[in-house]
């Protein structure tokens, strides 16, 4: 079946830097969606990618869908403390199902 | 209230206890879903519902029994579980469950269910 690998498990940054993750799949997805996920609470939409080679921000984020539909990134800029939390890529293919990611946990020294 | 939401947000029971976990969604949304999530492990999805139909159930024990009265409530009903049934039991929303433009899915809080 579909699968994602997201890279990296978990970062440990200096406030002010910027991050960069990323997922990848042996199969073509339809759809790239990253969430995040604070402690205690449910994920929470981040980003939503439709089209092959799309790139979209959110503030201080930015992910791009990648051209072989294979694979997303999400960049966050000039970290800051409250961006700590659990980041998860997920994808949907022609099976309609929204595969998830494992996960990459960040943290941020102030 | 809005968008989603999930309680208990916390539960401790025994393996020989009934419980059940509520969802509701204030979204006007037609799809719904129950998944489960374990440390180091991806969210697995357990089932999905379907304007009050249930169209998905992923291989998962009868232990566990989901229901869904009316479009906007989810339950999903516990009995005898077992220790490593311990996880966040999340509960999820979209516009339609057909892969598609701006279905997005959009999340409760969760239940930390702990079994004794």
């Known amino acids: 079946g579909q699968q994602l690998n997201q890279s990296p498990q978990s970062m440990f940054i200096q406030e002010g830097e910027d991050v960069s993750m990323n997922c990848t799949s042996s199969?073509?997805?339809?759809?790239w969606l990253w969430y995040k996920q604070d402690p205690g609470e449910g994920p929470v939409l981040l980003i939503a990618?439709?089209?092959?080679?799309e790139l979209t921000s959110n503030g201080r984020l930015t992910a791009q869908f990648g051209i072989t539909r294979k694979d997303s990134f999400l960049n966050i800029s000039a970290s800051i403390p409250s961006d700590v939390g659990i980041y998860f890529c997920?994808?949907?293919?022609?099976?309609?199902?929204?595969?998830f990611g494992q996960g990459t946990t960040l943290q941020v020294k102030p | 209230e809005t968008g989603v939401t999930q309680t208990p947000r916390h539960l401790v029971m025994g393996m020989t206890n009934k419980k059940s976990l509520k969802c509701e969604q204030h979204?006007?949304?037609?799809?719904m879903y129950w998944y489960k999530q374990s440390a180091k492990k991806p969210l697995e999805l357990m089932f999905v519902?379907?304007?009050?139909?249930?169209?998905e159930n992923n291989s998962v024990p009868s232990r566990f029994s989901p229901e869904c009265p009316n479009s906007s409530h989810l339950f999903l009903h516990l009995h005898t579980l077992q220790p490593e049934d311990s996880a966040l039991y999340l509960c999820?929303?979209?516009?339609?469950?057909?892969?598609?433009?701006?279905?997005?899915?959009?999340f409760g809080p969760g239940t930390r269910l702990t079994v004794l």
């Open positions: 997920a994808g949907e293919g022609n099976t309609g199902k929204l595969i």
């Open positions: 979204l006007g949304h037609n799809a």
């Open positions: 199969s073509i997805f339809n759809t």
């Open positions: 990618l439709y089209k092959a080679g």
């Open positions: 999820a929303s979209s516009q339609d469950r057909l892969a598609g433009l701006y279905n997005e899915q959009f």
């Open positions: 519902y379907s304007l009050e139909e249930r169209v």
